[in-house]
């Protein structure tokens, strides 16, 4: 059974720093994309940001702020996140898609992690 880890949310100041990580556990294929979205309270989830094949994509609102990697040896994604501000304030979930068998893919979450984030 596949399964997605989130750790590192938690409260933090305004302009402080958190590191979210994202393992994938599970007999797997493949990974493709790795990501990562948020929830606000009466939102919509949002794209972070993702990777793959070292290329990046960044929402215009982390840019030059956040920072997602990967480590392709232990199936982990993370999310630097610096420069925190109370509008990044949301559940944080991991996202990723995976394929089983080869030629067969599809996106799987994780649980999610909150990062509440005070003035």
């Known amino acids: 059974q596949v399964q997605l880890v989130e750790s590192g949310g938690g409260l933090v100041q305004a302009g402080g720093s958190l590191r979210l990580a994202c393992a994938v556990s599970?007999?797997?294929?493949?990974?493709?994309?790795m990501g990562w979205y948020r929830q606000a309270p009466g939102k919509q989830r949002e794209l972070v940001a993702n990777i793959i094949s070292g290329s990046t994509n960044y929402a215009d609102s982390v840019k030059g702020r956040f920072t997602i990697s990967r480590d392709n040896a232990k199936n982990t994604v993370y999310l630097q996140m610096n420069s925190l501000k109370p509008e990044d304030s949301a559940v944080y979930y991991c996202n990723a898609e995976i394929g089983l068998i080869k030629g067969l893919r599809r996106p799987y979450w994780g649980q999610g992690t909150q990062v509440p984030v005070s003035t």
């Open positions: 599970g007999t797997i294929f493949s990974i493709n994309t």
